[in-house]
């Protein structure tokens, strides 16, 4: 690949914007990157790990002459981030974001920036329930969608390039509407996410299963809760306060089909129970046939050490 932007600023540095640094220089997309951290500890991390060229104390300082500035901080943090860095942008720059909600960003950092840069916000739909500077790697979005949003008179060269950028990690690269966005991630992340914390939280109050029978049989399902329930706190806590009205929505469908089960176990209702999971397998299957997951034995985890 050629490079894209001579310079990319990361705000934040953890997993995602770790991840597209080390994808960025391999495959020469960056001519230099810049970064921050809002901790000191991580900002020291980084110039040890040296995924960064540069890492500055502040965002107004990271940002200057960037051709791509990359949002990669709680959504709660965005506003006040926009107001710091927006005297300091370049003109012409492009800002996106990773953000796993779409219209809150809209709202916080949109307004705060200043009409001569593109504002494109984006949300790469890759991650693991690791966090923190040490834990990107460079296949991270290697076969996984990114979704770009951009502004109906959005700059068209603005977002050929950002997604280029994507593209050229890896990733599978789709527009789409911003509340058509924040409804299809209630539905395919942020509901999950809220049912595993709470099936996790669930076992923790359940004082007639020990801690050790937790721990020993977990293999049988909840193991795979607890991976996802071990995701960063501060992110998830800002995804549930500013997707309220699709994450309660989806919420309240699937409380009915909750029901609608419990009926069909009490009442011993065998159809119902056998063509409802008939059906849950089989976009098992699609997701496996569309490349994003395995069915190799045991998720391919390989074997238990």
């Not at 220089?25 to 001519?31: E, F, K, Q, T």
């Not at 009490?266 to 409802?276: M, N, P, Q, S």
Request: hydrophobic residues 45%.
């Amino acid at each position: 690949m050629s490079e894209i932007y001579n310079r990319v600023a990361l705000i934040g540095l953890g997993l995602i914007a770790s991840s597209m640094a080390y994808a960025m220089r391999r495959d020469g997309l960056a001519r230099t990157i810049t970064g921050t951290a809002r901790s000191r500890e991580t900002r020291d991390i980084v110039r040890e790990i040296g995924f960064c060229d540069e890492v500055f104390d502040t965002a107004a300082e990271a940002v200057k002459d960037a051709d791509l500035v990359v949002l990669a901080v709680p959504i709660g943090a965005m506003e006040a981030l926009a107001r710091e860095i927006a005297p300091h942008l370049k003109a012409g720059a492009t800002v996106t974001d990773v953000g796993s909600v779409k219209r809150a960003v809209i709202d916080a950092v949109g307004p705060n920036l200043p009409n001569t840069v593109h504002f494109i916000p984006g949300h790469p739909l890759a991650g693991t329930e690791h966090s923190g500077p040490r834990s990107g790697f460079a296949e991270l979005f290697e076969n996984r969608w990114c979704i770009l949003v951009p502004p109906e008179d959005g700059d068209a060269e603005a977002v050929s390039r950002l997604r280029a950028l994507w593209e050229g990690m890896g990733s599978h690269v789709e527009m789409m509407e911003v509340d058509h966005h924040d409804l299809a991630l209630a539905v395919t992340s942020h509901c999950p996410h809220l049912i595993a914390y709470t099936m996790v939280g669930v076992a923790d109050d359940l004082r007639r299963v020990t801690d050790s029978e937790v721990i020993k049989y977990s293999a049988a399902g909840f193991r795979d809760f607890t991976r996802i329930a071990a995701s960063d706190p501060t992110m998830w806590r800002d995804v549930f306060l500013n997707n309220k009205e699709a994450t309660l929505e989806i919420l309240g469908r699937f409380t009915e089909e909750l029901f609608a089960l419990q009926r069909a176990i009490r009442t011993g209702d065998g159809d119902h129970l056998f063509d409802y999971f008939t059906r849950t397998r089989a976009i098992r299957r699609g997701i496996i046939e569309a490349g994003q997951d395995t069915d190799a034995p045991n998720f391919g985890r390989g074997k238990a050490k």
